[in-house]
């Protein structure tokens, strides 16, 4: 073994105590270097994203010592940026193992500092730590979640002042003050109840809550067009942070033949029914599509633990379900909002809708119809929130009327700058209420938009690489995609390559490559940055469906045969 892995592994022997569960997973790794190198090869990774690895021991993992040592660096990056009257960072957290202990290991450290932590009593969606940031005036906020990671992860997003996830820059400079810090004796630290008690530690307000639920009640567009409410929904916060805001705001707007997917109703970070909480995976729907079978529902909904996603599964003609994808419910959002507010006469001077890179472009035909604009950005929604952050520089917030990414993400106003499935679920009971009472089902909607477009196929293929060595066989299969001058995948050929770590149109440099195929396709591949994962995203354009899925299947031969080789 490594020399320096064996002296690293020694010392948390010694000194790692404050959580009772790392001792016994220290011991029992003695003698297996493959599990000391796993747990120990590098410090788990510190991004805009924040924070995401397995719980367990090890500098490579989630624990409390690292989230202690990530919460002194960004205390020392709020102190650098901030007089202290304007020092306070809001937390939330949502069902996963330890995200309450991390919450509160967080909140010690920052009341440690001299920043006031507010923290909510219970668990909270991602959209509120967002809508808290910004409406307490605080100088960033922190997220205890690994979004729809599997169980064993857990995670620590940040946001900024402004409600959005940390920019590169700023994330570099927190990256910059963790590094400075000894892991086990650079963290500050008060007791969480003596916090409490001097109010350095406060919990966040019950009116905040309420603020925040009646600002996704006001993203409805119907106006005063006719609509019948009673329709059958079946909803699953699949054992995460969306029960209560999803159906207090469903409710408190009419909609009360709700059924919740008792398996998956109450907050539980093993998620027994749905080892991977993910909407966007088949099975972790499977039990709540059972139950939409079983009542007759017109609708299912799941949103995933940290309630910043959602899902969807209608009937069709033969009173089968079937689940929509990200892009075609973004598709289907993306029509309605612009239908409606050109019907209601709130459409904004300059409309905007902005969308990741590898979201469907069919998404700028469907605006481009209504005579709004499309805003092309990078993946991740911080990048969707920093746009309308740049728009309400200019006092253009009003033009901001929709944003989404293929991954299930959705956002229809400027008053968080993640994606919110609290809002997401509100817009689509709204939309598919409405398109019903005309007779129209979503699947009817969809198949309209294709034959005004032409059909375009999205799909998303997930390669696993775990551990050290898939982390470096990662980095090569990019490094290949990048330099071997592919002209042709499936028979497609190659158009132009668009390589993002060189910066395009603007955008920050990152490590995606897009290649655009002949016949309005594209191929993109990039790392996952929270998974060990390689992502690859197909888009096909064509007459109808099966010819589309025949040229597809053809790319995506190609695309595996040069990953696995």
Not at 343 to 365: F, R, S
Request: aromatic share 10%; proline share 4%; with cysteine.
């Amino acid at each position: 073994m490594d020399s320096a892995l064996k002296a690293k592994y020694e010392i948390w022997l010694e000194k790692a105590v404050a959580d009772p569960d790392l001792k016994p997973e220290l011991e029992a790794m003695a003698g297996d270097e493959a599990k000391i190198e796993d747990a120990f090869y590098k410090d788990l990774e510190f991004g805009t994203a924040g924070l995401r690895g397995v719980i367990g021991a090890g500098t490579n993992r989630m624990n409390v010592y690292i989230v202690a040592r990530a919460s002194q660096g960004l205390s020392n990056y709020v102190i650098n940026h901030f007089p202290a009257e304007e020092r306070s960072i809001a937390i939330s957290y949502d069902s996963r193992i330890k995200s309450d202990v991390f919450a509160k290991i967080a909140a010690e450290v920052f009341a440690a500092n001299g920043i006031r932590a507010y923290i909510f009593k219970e668990l909270m969606p991602v959209p509120c730590v967002s809508y808290a940031t910004r409406t307490l005036k605080c100088a960033a906020g922190i997220m205890v979640t690994a979004s729809h990671n599997p169980s064993k992860y857990n995670g620590y997003k940040v946001y900024g002042a402004d409600g959005c996830q940390m920019t590169t820059a700023a994330a570099n400079e927190v990256l910059g003050e963790i590094e400075k810090l000894d892991l086990f004796a650079d963290s500050k630290r008060i007791a969480f109840e003596e916090g409490l008690k001097a109010g350095s530690i406060a919990w966040i307000p019950d009116e905040v809550y309420t603020a925040f639920v009646e600002e996704v009640k006001k993203q409805s567009v119907v106006g005063d067009a006719e609509i019948n409410k009673d329709v059958a929904i079946v909803y699953s916060p699949l054992n995460g942070a969306g029960l209560k805001p999803v159906l207090r705001t469903l409710k408190e707007t009419g909609y009360t033949n709700i059924t919740v997917v008792k398996e998956q109703e109450q907050p539980d970070g093993n998620f027994p029914t749905c080892p991977y909480p993910n909407p966007e995976i088949h099975e972790a729907m499977a039990l709540g599509m059972e139950y939409a079978a079983k009542y007759n529902a017109d609708l299912l909904l799941a949103t995933d633990p940290d309630s910043d996603r959602v899902g969807i599964a209608v009937k069709d003609k033969e009173g089968n379900y079937q689940l929509l994808s990200g892009n075609q419910t973004g598709m289907l959002l993306t029509d309605y909002v612009c239908a409606r507010r050109t019907e209601n006469g709130t459409m904004p001077k300059d409309p905007v809708v902005i969308k990741t890179i590898v979201t469907t472009d069919m998404v700028e035909q469907i605006a481009g119809h209504y005579g709004v604009r499309t805003v092309n950005v990078l993946t991740g929604f911080k990048y969707i929130g920093e746009q309308i952050g740049l728009l309400e520089k200019q006092g253009k917030a009003d033009s901001y009327i929709f944003g989404f990414e293929e991954s299930y993400g959705y956002l229809s106003g400027s008053y968080v700058r993640d994606k919110d499935a609290v809002d997401a679920a509100f817009l689509i009971c709204e939309m598919f209420c409405y398109y019903k009472t005309r007779g129209i089902s979503l699947l009817d909607k969809l198949d309209e938009l294709y034959k005004r477009h032409g059909y375009c196929l999205n799909t998303l293929y997930s390669y696993q690489f775990e551990g050290a060595a898939g982390f470096v066989k990662m980095k090569e299969i990019m490094t290949d995609f990048q330099t071997a001058g592919i002209t042709e995948f499936g028979g497609r050929k190659v158009e132009t390559l668009l390589d993002y770590n060189t910066g395009i149109d603007g955008l920050p440099k990152e490590n995606v490559l897009k290649f655009l195929l002949e016949g309005h396709g594209s191929v993109v591949v990039r790392p996952s940055g929270t998974e060990p994962k390689l992502k690859t995203y197909v888009t096909v354009s064509a007459p109808d469906k099966a010819a589309a899925e025949v040229i597809e299947k053809k790319i995506v031969e190609d695309l595996k045969k040069r990953i696995n080789g």
